[in-house]
Structure formats: C-alpha cells, structure tokens
C-alpha cells in the first residue's frame, strides 16, 4: 500500500524533474551573474556620493554666508529670530528657542545637535563661531564625593561624521555641595544631576516621567523611574523638597479617553468608565468615580490629587 503513495506517474515524473532544472538555473544565475556587472559602476556610484556630500556642505555655507555675516555667538543666549538670520528654519529656530525657556542649556558646541531637525550639515558650518560661556550649566562642574560616573566618547567626529572618535571610558569625581536643596516638581535636569547618583540620562528620565505623571506627591513615586533604587532615594532625601500645589490635574468632566489614558495610573478601561458615568450624570466630586468597578483596588491616596472636576 506504502508504494502507491510514493510512486508518480510518467506526467507527474516530468514536471518534478522540470521543476528541479528550474530551481538548479536559478541558483546558478544568482551566482554567476555578478560576476559579470562592471565594477566601474561602484566607483562611479562612491564619487557621486562623494560628491554630493561636499557639494551639499558647500551650497549650506554659501548660503550663511550670503544671507548673513556671521560672528560668535552663545547658543544660550539667543533668540529665534536671530537663528533664522543664520540659517536655521523657522520650526527648528523655535524648538531651540522652547528648549531655553524650559531651562536647558548646551555645554560644549556638539549640544546643539539635541535641538529636533537641526541638520548635522548645518552644524559642521556653525562650530567656528560657537562660544559658550563657561557658566552655562551648573551640573556640568558640581558634582557629588567618590562617585564615579561614566562617559563614553564612541560618538561621531564633527569633520567627517563617518570616523568614530575614541570609545575611551573617562570618570569624574562628584564633589559635595553644601546646602543643596531642589524642589522635585519644578527642577530641570541640570539640577537632578546634581543629586548623588543621578546623571543625564535619569535626570532625564525624571523630568520626562513627571510631565506624564503631572507631578509628585511622594518621593517613593521615584522609584517609578526606571533607573532609580531606593539607596538613591535615601541618599538625596534631605536635599529634596515637595510642593503639591504645582501637580498639574485632569478635568474628568472634560477630558478624552486618549487624554485620561495617557496617565501612568490610568488604563483605556479606567478612562473609559470615567467618560460613561459623565455621559449619565456630570461629576460633582472627584471621590464620585470610586463607584466604578475599575477603581475599586486603586492607591486612591495617590491618585486623587492628579484629578480635578473644575479646569484650574
């Protein structure tokens, strides 16, 4: 019985052994046909590349140099107009302008290139007249006792940002402060950095985390940062401060679903029943929602001071 299963007839014996010269061809092509394309169209191909990144970098500098007669000038101290005299598109000109106002800073030139849209070809020609002061951040020189925080310098060069620069691992002591106190719901990431243990990158991660949050009412919602553990917590408690009347609340008789669920304490199906119950009766009281099933096991304690029934 086994046979009639893996016998074939003529018909069936001619198209497997056709289908199996097809696929050996085509193995074949792939293989040798390569070998046959000139490889001048390669060279040809790596000069117009060549070509067209210099010729980019020289029409940029033309152009700053048409429209305006640059001198040096600090990147924290300057204006969105003044940006857009020198090259700079409106939308980027003001990115750079918002990211001031919110109380950031650039330390050494390469900083600029934080600013969304700034185009790395633009940079290469403004460096030459990039001075910034030697007190434009406070964090960049206070630091805190025997700890040691690691930089990393594998980043690309400015000159030919194709040649990677010494991957060299630095460390810098951190020296105490005296009297240092920051506010957690208002300070920048200039000023997180100069807690113990906190460097860019958790500062960063702190001042992103509470503008979802809305704000802090404990230090213990730090520990919600990822990066952040308790001994950091314990190291810096003396020097932290909180002032609630800086949370910024959500209006559950007027915000969206997608505004609700946008809240680290908040889901689609919390936000969800929020906007149902206000379909039915308006919110009186913000202690109204814990008759929602979703909000029955919740750190009410927490959660009521992101809430608001009236626009602030």
Do not use: C
């Amino acid at each position: 019985m086994w046979k009639d299963y893996l016998s074939f007839s003529r018909r069936e014996q001619r198209g497997l052994i056709v289908l199996i010269v097809l696929i050996v061809l085509l193995i074949l092509f792939r293989i040798v046909f390569p070998l046959f394309l000139p490889s001048s169209d390669i060279e040809i191909i790596k000069l117009d590349s060549s070509y067209f990144t210099f010729h980019t970098q020289s029409t940029i500098s033309e152009q700053i140099t048409a429209s305006y007669e640059m001198s040096d000038f600090d990147p924290n101290n300057v204006t969105a107009d003044f940006l857009v005299e020198i090259g700079l598109n409106r939308r980027v000109a003001q990115n750079w302008h918002n990211y001031l106002l919110k109380g950031g800073s650039f330390s050494k030139p390469e900083d600029i290139l934080k600013i969304y849209g700034l185009d790395s070809s633009l940079l290469y020609q403004l460096l030459p007249y990039i001075k910034i002061a030697k007190t434009a951040s406070i964090a960049q020189n206070l630091v805190f006792p025997d700890e040691k925080e690691k930089k990393s310098d594998d980043q690309w060069s400015i000159d030919s940002l194709l040649t990677p620069v010494s991957s060299e691992i630095r460390y810098v002591k951190k020296t105490y402060i005296p009297d240092l106190m920051i506010e957690i719901n208002s300070a920048d990431t200039s000023e997180w950095m100069l807690l113990k243990g906190i460097g860019p990158v958790l500062s960063g991660r702190i001042v992103n985390y509470r503008k979802k949050l809305g704000g802090f009412v404990s230090y213990n919602q730090l520990l919600e940062v990822y990066g952040i553990k308790p001994e950091i917590i314990d190291n810096n408690i003396n020097n932290m401060t909180i002032d609630t009347a800086l949370i910024v609340s959500i209006n559950i008789n007027t915000a969206s679903i997608g505004r609700l669920r946008e809240h680290p304490y908040l889901d689609f199906y919390k936000a969800q029943a929020i906007v149902e119950q206000r379909k039915r009766k308006r919110f009186e009281n913000i202690d109204d929602i814990l008759i929602l099933q979703p909000f029955s096991e919740v750190d009410w304690n927490t959660l009521k001071y992101y809430l608001s029934v009236e626009n602030k």
